[in-house]
C-alpha cells in the first residue's frame, strides 16, 4: 500500500475525520488565507519547528479543500525536507514529493465508499468535490 494512503488513512483514523481543516486544527497546525499571486495557491512552511500552512484566500471553498488536503500531505509526508529550497537550488526531483501529497490529497478526500458510488472518473471528480487528475490518482490507489 502506498505511504500517502496509508498514512492519510492513519489521520482518519486517529482523528475520526477526513475534512482537512479540521485535521490541521486537531493536530496544532495554523491555516492563513491570504491573497497570493494567481499561480500560487498554497504552501507550507516550518518556521523554528512550527508548521504553517498558507492558502490563496481567492479560491473557492472547494479548491481551498482540495490544495489544505494537498499541503498536509507535504506536512504528513516531507517533514524533514525543505522543499523550497530544493526546488530552487537543487537538481533534486520535487514532482515524487507533488505526486505523493497528491496521493494523500486523494486518499483524505476520496473514501474508498465513494468508488464503487460511480462509474467514471468525471463522476467522482464532482462527487467528492476534486480535480478530475485528484479522483484519477486515487482511482489507480485501490
Do not use: W
Request: overall charge negative.
Amino acid at each position: 500500500m502506498l505511504l500517502a494512503k496509508t498514512k492519510a488513512e492513519e489521520l482518519v483514523q486517529k482523528y475520526q475525520t477526513s475534512d482537512p481543516f479540521a485535521l490541521c486544527e486537531r493536530m496544532g497546525i495554523p491555516i492563513v488565507k491570504e491573497e497570493l499571486p494567481e499561480s500560487v495557491r498554497g504552501f507550507s512552511v516550518s518556521i523554528k519547528g512550527r508548521r504553517i500552512i498558507y492558502l490563496n484566500a481567492l479560491l473557492e471553498e472547494e479548491m481551498l479543500r482540495q490544495v489544505c488536503a494537498h499541503e498536509l500531505g507535504h506536512m504528513v509526508l516531507h517533514r524533514q525536507h525543505n522543499l523550497i529550497f530544493m526546488m530552487e537550488h537543487t537538481l533534486y526531483v520535487h514532482e515524487k514529493f507533488e505526486r505523493e501529497a497528491d496521493q494523500f490529497c486523494a486518499a483524505l478526500l476520496i473514501g474508498q465508499e465513494m468508488l464503487g458510488e460511480v462509474t467514471t472518473v468525471q463522476q467522482l471528480a464532482a462527487l467528492a468535490g476534486v480535480e478530475e487528475r485528484i479522483a484519477a490518482l486515487r482511482v489507480t490507489m485501490q
